[in-house]
């Protein structure tokens, strides 16, 4: 239900009540001076005590209103409530004080008699709603007790009013008027409603049990007697019945409406009962399935509540903590409870620097830098914590999941003590090893082995770079294995020999074996290759290639017969020389 404009919608109301009131007095148009011609008329002066109530209904509505506007307000109530004291003192004393000529003196005096008088009804209502306006913005639970009393009191006298107006008797409103008793039920409407949170507004305006039932009712109530009263009155005044019939026709009418009430109450309650059961029933399945979930759960989870305290712990949380919630315990003692250091140290874990404190705060945070110290053995975890937030955006709970990181840490470690090994013999080997990534028909470099700045003087960084080996692969070498690279990729492996420039400017002799890795679809993924200085070698055949070209040219002058033959007899070298000698070619 939506509640925030009935006070600026009440405020409005009356203010144009009194200002018409006002207006009939100026105008003297008798049905603005009274809803019904012929019977008593407001009093301008209660007009404008109304018009001050609507001004401060009106801006008492401002819920985050400055100040200023506050006093404003207040002041309007005031004086409002001060023009009604002085009019009811005068009725209590005994003594006129002449605030009934302070408007329109002229027509009062003419119109003369009590109608033109502000009624004591009136003046007692005016005091009642004047004081509960300013009090309506205090906090205390007394001030807000009192709002509600003076504002119940107020719609009481004005509803009596408009019921005898209803029933065509003075007896109940003396000289109020009608508008007068409708504006002032309108006004205590709306201070109610200015705390929409607070006592009577907040049942009947609640989501709860309550607040539906009372909206039910209360129509119900109001209008029912009213009306059955009204039935009775026309009866007997048609001659239907006498007092005594009436009288217990009415009587009968109410138990008949108020027994109707009881029985639809509680079918209502029945049912909003089995409704309550039915989703108690269903939260309790969905809590139990959760806690099943939970306790079933490899990671471990702790939860505290909207006050720090440690609200739940599942079963994993259990095992690797080595104990159960401490309930008792606060956020600052829970490194104590637990037994939590910081990783690789005697200090205890800083309360300010858990994550679940953070989650308390609002803010997700991960860390993987705590140790719990149990008897038995040192758990390292990996903690990774959130709020939990209600529907007003406040943190409800705070949750904690972790996992014990032992089995982990030892991995790494082992898989650290492995790469420091496998670069050791990277590093002692003559090969350097080297991974490419495939890009479509190119290369992209992901790892070279550090061993490169030992053959070829280059560190990895440099070696990473995409265009480093075309750069310094020799000119005259380019063209021919640029050609021979797509082999790669139709025979899975390849093997070339070329010089590649040294960090010191000269060429060295590479022999580059290649293999290519496709996935389990068959495309090329990456390439591992090896290099090999193969400087040595190079020379070394160029070396054996001028000797041999040498002794071919030796013998191929000699003038004395040179002739090599095998192990079997057979001739394999005969020189001009022996053919010459022989006569054999």
């Not at 009440?10 to 009194?18: Q, T």
């Amino acid at each position: 239900m939506n509640t925030a404009r009935i006070p600026r919608v009440a405020g409005a109301a009356v203010i144009l009540i009194g200002l018409g009131a006002l207006a009939g007095w100026q105008l003297d148009v008798a049905w603005l001076k009274s809803f019904a011609p012929g019977q008593a008329t407001m009093s301008p002066v209660a007009a404008l005590g109304l018009v001050l109530l609507g001004i401060a209904l009106w801006l008492s509505s401002e819920g985050g209103a400055s100040r200023a506007v506050a006093w404003v307000a207040d002041a309007f109530a005031a004086a409002a409530a001060l023009l009604g004291l002085v009019r009811l003192s005068g009725y209590l004393l005994g003594f006129d004080p002449g605030l009934d000529h302070l408007l329109f003196a002229r027509q009062v005096d003419a119109a003369a008699g009590p109608p033109s008088r502000v009624a004591f009804q009136s003046a007692l209502n005016l005091v009642l709603v004047g004081a509960a306006l300013p009090l309506q913005r205090r906090n205390t639970r007394r001030a807000q007790v009192g709002v509600q009393l003076l504002a119940v009191a107020a719609a009481v006298v004005a509803l009596v009013g408009v019921t005898a107006h209803a029933y065509g008797t003075r007896l109940l409103y003396g000289t109020m008027s009608l508008n007068t008793a409708v504006a002032f039920l309108i006004a205590a409407a709306g201070v109610l409603w200015c705390r929409p949170d607070r006592g009577f507004a907040a049942l009947v305006a609640g989501p709860t049990p309550g607040g539906v039932l009372t909206r039910r009712l209360l129509p119900a109530i109001i209008v029912v007697p009213l009306l059955l009263g009204w039935l009775r009155l026309a009866g007997q005044g048609a001659g239907l019945y006498d007092t005594a019939g009436g009288t217990a026709l009415f009587a009968s009418g109410i138990v008949a409406v108020l027994a109707a009430l009881a029985w639809w109450s509680a079918h209502s309650l029945d049912e909003a009962e089995a409704q309550r059961a039915a989703a108690e029933q269903a939260l309790r399945g969905s809590e139990h399935r959760l806690f099943q979930i939970l306790e079933a759960m490899p990671i471990a989870v702790f939860v505290l509540d909207a006050a720090g305290r440690p609200y739940y712990a599942n079963q994993a949380s259990r095992e690797i903590l080595g104990k159960g919630i401490a309930p008792d315990a606060t956020p600052e003692q829970l490194p104590e409870v637990y037994q939590a250091f910081v990783a690789g140290t005697s200090d205890p874990y800083p309360p300010e620097r858990q994550p679940i404190v953070s989650a308390m705060k609002g803010q997700g945070a991960h860390v993987a830098d705590i140790e719990i110290h149990r008897p038995d053995r040192i758990v390292p975890l990996e903690v990774w914590a959130a709020p939990v937030r209600d529907p007003g955006g406040q943190v409800a709970l705070a949750v904690a999941a972790f996992s014990d990181i032992t089995e982990r840490q030892r991995a790494q470690q082992t898989l650290r003590a492995t790469q420091a090994r496998l670069q050791q013999v990277l590093a002692s080997s003559t090969a350097v090893i080297y991974g490419n990534l495939v890009r479509g028909k190119s290369f992209s470099p992901s790892w070279v082995s550090e061993n490169i700045t030992a053959m070829m003087g280059y560190d990895v960084q440099a070696a990473m770079d995409p265009g480093w080996w075309l750069a310094h692969l020799h000119p005259e070498d380019q063209a021919r294995v640029l050609a021979e690279v797509p082999a790669l990729f139709t025979q899975d492996r390849l093997t070339l020999e070329y010089r590649f420039r040294h960090a010191d400017g000269t060429y060295r002799w590479v022999r580059d074996e290649a293999r290519l890795v496709r996935d389990a679809g068959g495309a090329p993924v990456e390439v591992f290759g090896a290099w090999v200085d193969v400087t040595e070698h190079q020379r070394a055949q160029e070396a054996l290639r001028a000797s041999e070209e040498r002794f071919r040219t030796l013998a191929a002058t000699a003038n004395d017969a040179i002739i090599s033959a095998d192990a079997h007899g057979d001739i394999t070298y005969f020189n001009p020389g022996a053919e010459r000698m022989f006569g054999y070619a």
